[in-house]
Protein backbone atom coordinates (compact mmCIF):
# COMPACT_ATOMS: atom_id res chain seq x y z
CA UNK A 1 0.00 0.00 0.00
CA UNK A 2 1.52 3.28 -1.12
CA UNK A 3 1.94 6.42 1.11
CA UNK A 4 -0.04 8.16 -1.11
CA UNK A 5 -2.94 5.99 -0.68
CA UNK A 6 -2.55 5.71 3.15
CA UNK A 7 -2.65 9.69 3.74
CA UNK A 8 -5.68 10.08 1.59
CA UNK A 9 -7.54 7.05 3.98
CA UNK A 10 -6.56 9.12 6.44
CA UNK A 11 -8.27 12.51 4.82
CA UNK A 12 -4.65 14.32 4.43
CA UNK A 13 -2.72 14.91 1.25
CA UNK A 14 1.64 15.30 1.43
CA UNK A 15 2.65 19.24 1.95
CA UNK A 16 6.07 19.14 0.39
CA UNK A 17 7.94 19.09 3.79
CA UNK A 18 9.84 16.96 5.68
CA UNK A 19 9.79 17.55 9.54
CA UNK A 20 12.14 14.67 10.72
CA UNK A 21 13.95 11.54 8.42
CA UNK A 22 15.90 9.65 10.96
CA UNK A 23 15.50 6.15 9.69
CA UNK A 24 13.69 3.95 10.06
CA UNK A 25 11.40 6.84 11.46
CA UNK A 26 9.94 9.80 9.31
CA UNK A 27 7.73 12.66 10.17
CA UNK A 28 5.65 14.49 7.22
CA UNK A 29 4.01 17.95 7.33
CA UNK A 30 0.36 16.99 5.70
CA UNK A 31 -2.77 18.85 5.20
CA UNK A 32 -6.16 18.22 5.25
CA UNK A 33 -7.94 16.93 1.95
CA UNK A 34 -11.17 19.20 2.62
CA UNK A 35 -9.53 22.20 3.96
CA UNK A 36 -6.00 22.86 2.78
CA UNK A 37 -5.21 25.30 5.92
CA UNK A 38 -5.65 22.35 8.26
CA UNK A 39 -1.90 21.40 8.42
CA UNK A 40 -1.05 17.71 10.01
CA UNK A 41 2.26 15.55 11.21
CA UNK A 42 2.50 12.05 10.03
CA UNK A 43 4.59 10.47 12.38
CA UNK A 44 5.95 6.72 10.01
CA UNK A 45 7.83 4.12 11.62
CA UNK A 46 8.96 1.43 8.75
CA UNK A 47 9.37 -1.99 9.22
CA UNK A 48 12.52 -3.60 9.01
CA UNK A 49 14.19 -6.64 10.17
CA UNK A 50 17.17 -5.42 12.45
CA UNK A 51 17.67 -4.30 15.96
CA UNK A 52 17.29 -0.84 15.64
CA UNK A 53 13.58 -1.31 13.21
CA UNK A 54 12.69 -3.86 16.42
CA UNK A 55 13.56 -1.16 18.38
CA UNK A 56 11.38 1.89 16.45
CA UNK A 57 8.24 -0.62 16.31
CA UNK A 58 8.55 -0.92 20.53
CA UNK A 59 8.68 2.68 20.89
CA UNK A 60 5.60 3.11 18.36
CA UNK A 61 3.47 0.90 20.06
CA UNK A 62 4.32 2.22 23.81
CA UNK A 63 3.45 5.82 22.37
CA UNK A 64 0.45 4.79 20.94
CA UNK A 65 -0.68 3.12 24.17
CA UNK A 66 0.23 5.40 26.79
CA UNK A 67 -1.19 8.34 24.66
CA UNK A 68 -4.45 6.62 23.60
CA UNK A 69 -4.57 7.02 27.70
CA UNK A 70 -4.05 10.86 28.06
CA UNK A 71 -6.27 13.52 27.82
CA UNK A 72 -4.29 17.13 28.36
CA UNK A 73 -4.24 20.65 26.80
CA UNK A 74 -0.34 20.58 27.06
CA UNK A 75 0.29 16.59 25.73
CA UNK A 76 0.11 16.48 22.43
CA UNK A 77 -2.74 13.99 21.00
CA UNK A 78 -3.41 10.98 17.99
CA UNK A 79 -5.66 11.69 15.70
CA UNK A 80 -5.20 8.94 13.50
CA UNK A 81 -3.23 5.57 14.12
CA UNK A 82 -2.31 3.12 11.21
CA UNK A 83 -0.61 -0.55 11.00
CA UNK A 84 0.23 -0.84 7.41
CA UNK A 85 2.82 -3.98 5.56
CA UNK A 86 5.28 -1.72 5.23
CA UNK A 87 4.90 1.19 7.74
CA UNK A 88 3.07 2.08 10.99
CA UNK A 89 1.91 5.77 11.40
CA UNK A 90 0.44 8.07 13.58
CA UNK A 91 -1.30 11.27 12.54
CA UNK A 92 -1.35 13.79 14.59
CA UNK A 93 -1.86 17.62 14.76
CA UNK A 94 0.74 19.91 13.34
CA UNK A 95 2.84 22.72 15.79
CA UNK A 96 3.15 25.44 13.35
CA UNK A 97 5.99 26.91 15.87
CA UNK A 98 8.71 23.76 15.81
CA UNK A 99 9.78 22.64 18.72
CA UNK A 100 11.41 24.52 21.89
CA UNK A 101 15.11 24.19 20.58
CA UNK A 102 14.52 26.27 17.36
CA UNK A 103 13.53 29.03 18.89
CA UNK A 104 15.63 29.01 22.54
CA UNK A 105 17.85 32.13 21.05
CA UNK A 106 14.94 34.36 20.69
CA UNK A 107 13.23 33.88 23.87
CA UNK A 108 12.78 36.30 26.41
CA UNK A 109 11.67 36.32 30.34
CA UNK A 110 7.96 36.50 30.01
CA UNK A 111 7.72 33.88 27.31
CA UNK A 112 9.87 31.05 29.29
CA UNK A 113 7.80 31.58 32.55
CA UNK A 114 4.64 30.95 30.23
CA UNK A 115 6.83 27.71 28.69
CA UNK A 116 7.65 26.85 32.11
CA UNK A 117 4.20 27.07 33.40
CA UNK A 118 2.26 24.84 30.48
CA UNK A 119 5.61 22.47 31.21
CA UNK A 120 4.75 22.10 35.14
CA UNK A 121 0.87 21.71 34.00
CA UNK A 122 1.71 18.70 31.40
CA UNK A 123 4.21 16.65 34.20
CA UNK A 124 1.83 17.11 36.95
CA UNK A 125 -1.00 15.53 35.03
CA UNK A 126 1.67 12.94 34.08
CA UNK A 127 2.53 11.79 37.74
CA UNK A 128 -0.97 12.10 38.59
CA UNK A 129 -1.56 9.12 35.94
CA UNK A 130 1.34 7.33 36.99
CA UNK A 131 3.23 7.81 34.06
CA UNK A 132 7.54 8.75 33.69
CA UNK A 133 7.94 10.41 30.40
CA UNK A 134 11.90 9.51 30.57
CA UNK A 135 13.00 12.10 27.38
CA UNK A 136 11.66 15.48 28.93
CA UNK A 137 14.25 18.00 26.23
CA UNK A 138 13.59 21.02 24.21
CA UNK A 139 13.48 18.73 20.98
CA UNK A 140 10.12 17.58 22.70
CA UNK A 141 8.60 20.20 23.65
CA UNK A 142 6.70 21.44 20.40
CA UNK A 143 4.86 24.85 20.02
CA UNK A 144 2.59 27.17 17.68
CA UNK A 145 2.66 30.68 17.07
CA UNK A 146 0.25 31.58 19.93
CA UNK A 147 2.96 30.35 22.43
CA UNK A 148 0.80 27.08 23.44
CA UNK A 149 2.82 24.13 23.73
CA UNK A 150 2.81 20.35 24.09
CA UNK A 151 4.40 17.72 25.65
CA UNK A 152 5.62 15.02 22.73
CA UNK A 153 7.64 11.75 21.95
CA UNK A 154 6.65 9.31 24.56
CA UNK A 155 8.01 6.07 23.22
CA UNK A 156 10.57 5.84 26.32
CA UNK A 157 7.59 6.24 28.55
CA UNK A 158 7.02 3.50 31.34
CA UNK A 159 3.62 3.55 33.05
CA UNK A 160 4.18 2.70 36.60
CA UNK A 161 1.85 0.88 39.07
CA UNK A 162 -0.30 3.11 41.41
CA UNK A 163 2.70 4.43 44.24
CA UNK A 164 5.27 3.21 42.82
CA UNK A 165 8.29 5.87 41.91
CA UNK A 166 11.02 4.10 41.41
CA UNK A 167 12.69 2.47 38.15
CA UNK A 168 15.52 0.98 36.54
CA UNK A 169 17.39 1.11 33.23
CA UNK A 170 18.99 4.57 31.44
CA UNK A 171 16.95 5.71 28.97
CA UNK A 172 16.43 9.70 27.39
CA UNK A 173 19.08 12.02 26.26
CA UNK A 174 22.74 12.23 27.98
CA UNK A 175 22.55 15.88 28.79
CA UNK A 176 18.60 16.07 30.61
CA UNK A 177 19.57 12.58 32.51
CA UNK A 178 19.46 13.20 36.79
CA UNK A 179 23.03 12.47 38.42
CA UNK A 180 21.89 9.12 40.08
CA UNK A 181 20.69 7.67 36.42
CA UNK A 182 24.30 7.11 35.96
CA UNK A 183 24.32 3.99 39.03
CA UNK A 184 23.45 0.45 38.58
CA UNK A 185 20.26 1.27 40.93
CA UNK A 186 16.82 1.95 40.67
CA UNK A 187 16.02 5.61 40.93
CA UNK A 188 12.74 8.18 41.38
CA UNK A 189 11.60 8.56 37.61
CA UNK A 190 9.71 11.62 38.41
CA UNK A 191 12.28 13.32 39.89
CA UNK A 192 14.18 12.36 37.26
CA UNK A 193 11.34 13.98 34.52
CA UNK A 194 11.50 17.02 37.05
CA UNK A 195 15.48 17.06 36.84
CA UNK A 196 15.10 17.27 33.27
CA UNK A 197 12.54 20.30 33.44
CA UNK A 198 15.40 22.00 35.52
CA UNK A 199 17.69 21.30 32.32
CA UNK A 200 14.93 23.15 30.21
CA UNK A 201 14.65 25.76 32.21
CA UNK A 202 18.32 26.73 32.16
CA UNK A 203 18.07 26.34 28.47
CA UNK A 204 15.54 28.92 28.27
CA UNK A 205 17.10 31.45 30.47
CA UNK A 206 20.59 30.78 28.84
CA UNK A 207 18.85 30.50 25.41
CA UNK A 208 20.95 28.12 24.35
CA UNK A 209 20.84 24.11 24.08
CA UNK A 210 22.61 22.23 26.40
CA UNK A 211 23.85 19.70 23.77
CA UNK A 212 25.48 22.22 22.29
CA UNK A 213 27.94 21.60 24.63
CA UNK A 214 28.73 17.58 24.18
CA UNK A 215 30.96 16.43 24.86
CA UNK A 216 33.80 18.81 26.77
CA UNK A 217 32.33 18.97 29.88
CA UNK A 218 29.79 17.47 32.31
CA UNK A 219 26.14 19.57 33.04
CA UNK A 220 27.55 20.40 36.68
CA UNK A 221 30.57 22.36 34.93
CA UNK A 222 28.34 23.81 32.62
CA UNK A 223 25.74 25.27 35.06
CA UNK A 224 28.90 26.48 37.20
CA UNK A 225 30.12 28.55 34.32
CA UNK A 226 27.13 29.75 33.36
CA UNK A 227 25.17 31.14 36.53
CA UNK A 228 26.78 33.99 37.21
CA UNK A 229 23.43 36.11 36.62
CA UNK A 230 22.84 39.77 37.54
CA UNK A 231 20.62 40.82 40.67
CA UNK A 232 17.79 41.49 38.34
CA UNK A 233 18.38 38.43 36.22
CA UNK A 234 18.67 36.35 39.53
CA UNK A 235 15.13 38.18 40.48
CA UNK A 236 13.49 37.39 37.33
CA UNK A 237 14.33 33.87 37.70
CA UNK A 238 12.94 32.94 41.41
CA UNK A 239 9.99 34.93 39.90
CA UNK A 240 9.42 32.70 36.95
CA UNK A 241 9.75 29.65 39.50
CA UNK A 242 7.38 30.61 41.71
CA UNK A 243 4.63 31.98 39.39
CA UNK A 244 4.95 28.01 37.99
CA UNK A 245 4.45 26.57 41.18
CA UNK A 246 1.65 29.23 42.60
CA UNK A 247 0.02 28.65 39.67
CA UNK A 248 -0.68 24.79 39.95
CA UNK A 249 -1.93 23.27 42.85
CA UNK A 250 -0.67 24.53 46.14
CA UNK A 251 0.70 20.91 47.16
CA UNK A 252 2.10 20.92 43.24
CA UNK A 253 5.99 19.85 44.51
CA UNK A 254 4.85 17.44 46.30
CA UNK A 255 2.54 15.81 43.80
CA UNK A 256 5.26 16.11 40.88
CA UNK A 257 7.91 14.86 42.54
CA UNK A 258 6.90 13.41 46.18
CA UNK A 259 8.78 16.32 48.18
CA UNK A 260 7.86 19.66 49.63
CA UNK A 261 10.27 22.69 49.53
Known sequence: MSKALVAHLLGVEYDNKVLMDRYPTKVLRMKKSLD???K???KMVFKED???GRK???HFVKEVNILSKLNHPHIVIVDSVATLPKFNCILMPYYDGGNLTQILPYLNWHVSDHYLVQLCSALTYLRWKNIVHRDVKTDNVLLNTNHHIVLADFGL?????PGQSMIKHIKGTIYYMAPEQSNSVPYDGFKSDMFALGVILWCMIMRMDVILF???QPL????KSTTSLSPIDRERFALILMKAVREQSPNYVENVCGFKV
Open 36 to 38: NSV
Open 40 to 42: KAL
Open 50 to 52: SAE
Open 56 to 58: ALR
Open 157 to 161: SDVLP
Open 214 to 216: KPE
Open 220 to 223: VEIV
